[in-house]
Nanobody, 129 residues
Framework: QVQLVESGGGLVQAGGSLRLSCAAS????????MAWFRQAPGKEREFVAG????????LYTDSVKGRFTISRDNTKNTVYLQMNSLKPEDTAVYYC??????????????????????WGQGTQVTVSS
Protein backbone atom coordinates (compact mmCIF):
# COMPACT_ATOMS: atom_id res chain seq x y z
CA GLN A 1 0.00 0.00 0.00
CA VAL A 2 1.35 3.41 -1.01
CA GLN A 3 -0.15 6.78 -0.11
CA LEU A 4 0.91 9.87 -2.03
CA VAL A 5 0.63 13.52 -1.01
CA GLU A 6 1.52 16.30 -3.44
CA SER A 7 2.51 19.83 -2.53
CA GLY A 8 4.09 22.89 -4.11
CA GLY A 9 1.42 24.00 -6.55
CA GLY A 10 0.27 27.58 -6.86
CA LEU A 11 -0.12 30.63 -9.05
CA VAL A 12 2.88 31.84 -11.02
CA GLN A 13 3.46 34.20 -13.91
CA ALA A 14 4.56 32.92 -17.28
CA GLY A 15 8.30 32.33 -17.31
CA GLY A 16 8.36 31.55 -13.62
CA SER A 17 9.20 28.36 -11.75
CA LEU A 18 7.59 25.97 -9.31
CA ARG A 19 8.79 22.82 -7.60
CA LEU A 20 6.26 20.11 -6.90
CA SER A 21 6.89 17.47 -4.26
CA CYS A 22 5.21 14.13 -3.72
CA ALA A 23 5.72 12.42 -0.38
CA ALA A 24 5.06 8.69 -0.34
CA SER A 25 4.31 6.37 2.51
CA UNK A 26 5.16 2.70 2.57
CA UNK A 27 8.30 0.62 2.47
CA UNK A 28 8.35 -0.05 -1.26
CA UNK A 29 8.99 3.48 -2.54
CA UNK A 30 12.61 2.85 -3.48
CA UNK A 31 11.61 -0.10 -5.68
CA UNK A 32 8.81 1.42 -7.75
CA UNK A 33 8.69 3.75 -10.74
CA MET A 34 7.03 7.12 -10.19
CA ALA A 35 5.41 9.62 -12.52
CA TRP A 36 3.72 12.98 -12.76
CA PHE A 37 0.54 13.45 -14.78
CA ARG A 38 -1.58 16.53 -15.30
CA GLN A 39 -5.15 17.28 -16.25
CA ALA A 40 -6.39 20.60 -17.57
CA PRO A 41 -10.08 21.52 -17.55
CA GLY A 42 -11.94 19.72 -20.29
CA LYS A 43 -8.93 17.62 -21.25
CA GLU A 44 -7.80 14.10 -20.58
CA ARG A 45 -5.14 13.32 -18.03
CA GLU A 46 -1.73 13.34 -19.69
CA PHE A 47 1.69 12.01 -18.81
CA VAL A 48 4.25 14.68 -17.92
CA ALA A 49 7.35 12.86 -16.65
CA GLY A 50 8.40 9.55 -15.15
CA UNK A 51 11.39 8.26 -13.22
CA UNK A 52 12.62 4.77 -12.58
CA UNK A 53 12.91 3.27 -9.12
CA UNK A 54 16.65 3.92 -8.91
CA UNK A 55 16.46 7.32 -10.57
CA UNK A 56 18.44 6.18 -13.59
CA UNK A 57 15.58 6.10 -16.11
CA UNK A 58 13.56 9.17 -16.97
CA LEU A 59 11.00 10.07 -19.61
CA TYR A 60 9.37 13.39 -20.48
CA THR A 61 6.53 14.37 -22.71
CA ASP A 62 7.77 16.50 -25.59
CA SER A 63 6.08 19.70 -24.45
CA VAL A 64 8.07 19.86 -21.20
CA LYS A 65 11.47 18.65 -22.36
CA GLY A 66 14.18 21.13 -21.42
CA ARG A 67 11.89 22.93 -18.98
CA PHE A 68 10.85 20.30 -16.41
CA THR A 69 13.06 17.96 -14.41
CA ILE A 70 11.87 14.95 -12.45
CA SER A 71 13.98 13.61 -9.60
CA ARG A 72 13.61 11.49 -6.50
CA ASP A 73 15.16 11.07 -3.09
CA ASN A 74 14.66 7.51 -1.93
CA THR A 75 15.97 8.36 1.53
CA LYS A 76 13.07 10.79 1.93
CA ASN A 77 10.44 8.77 0.01
CA THR A 78 9.86 11.83 -2.17
CA VAL A 79 9.68 12.56 -5.87
CA TYR A 80 10.02 16.07 -7.27
CA LEU A 81 9.06 17.94 -10.40
CA GLN A 82 11.06 21.11 -11.00
CA MET A 83 9.16 23.24 -13.49
CA ASN A 84 10.94 26.17 -15.15
CA SER A 85 9.94 28.56 -17.91
CA LEU A 86 6.31 27.88 -17.18
CA LYS A 87 3.71 28.65 -19.82
CA PRO A 88 -0.04 29.27 -19.52
CA GLU A 89 -0.63 25.94 -21.25
CA ASP A 90 1.04 24.22 -18.28
CA THR A 91 -1.98 25.18 -16.17
CA ALA A 92 -3.53 21.99 -14.79
CA VAL A 93 -3.98 19.82 -11.75
CA TYR A 94 -0.78 17.83 -11.34
CA TYR A 95 -0.95 14.31 -9.98
CA CYS A 96 1.77 12.08 -8.59
CA UNK A 97 1.45 8.39 -9.42
CA UNK A 98 3.18 5.20 -8.33
CA UNK A 99 3.57 1.97 -10.26
CA UNK A 100 2.33 -1.17 -8.56
CA UNK A 101 5.23 -3.28 -9.87
CA UNK A 102 8.53 -3.49 -8.07
CA UNK A 103 11.92 -3.24 -9.74
CA UNK A 104 10.53 -2.57 -13.20
CA UNK A 105 12.95 -3.41 -16.01
CA UNK A 106 11.32 -1.31 -18.73
CA UNK A 107 13.75 0.82 -20.72
CA UNK A 108 11.89 3.96 -19.68
CA UNK A 109 9.01 4.54 -17.23
CA UNK A 110 5.67 3.68 -18.80
CA UNK A 111 3.85 6.86 -19.88
CA UNK A 112 0.29 5.54 -19.59
CA UNK A 113 -2.02 6.20 -16.65
CA UNK A 114 -3.31 2.62 -16.53
CA UNK A 115 0.18 1.45 -15.52
CA UNK A 116 0.02 3.37 -12.25
CA UNK A 117 -2.02 2.00 -9.39
CA UNK A 118 -1.53 4.61 -6.68
CA TRP A 119 -2.44 8.29 -7.11
CA GLY A 120 -2.23 11.44 -5.06
CA GLN A 121 -5.04 13.95 -4.65
CA GLY A 122 -3.46 16.45 -7.03
CA THR A 123 -2.09 19.97 -6.71
CA GLN A 124 -3.23 22.93 -8.80
CA VAL A 125 -0.72 24.78 -10.94
CA THR A 126 -1.91 28.00 -12.56
CA VAL A 127 0.30 29.99 -14.91
CA SER A 128 -0.88 33.48 -15.76
CA SER A 129 0.07 35.23 -18.99
Amino acid sequence: QVQLVESGGGLVQAGGSLRLSCAASGRTFSSIDMAWFRQAPGKEREFVAGIGWSGGRTLYTDSVKGRFTISRDNTKNTVYLQMNSLKPEDTAVYYCAADSRRYSQTIVPVPTASQYYYWGQGTQVTVSS
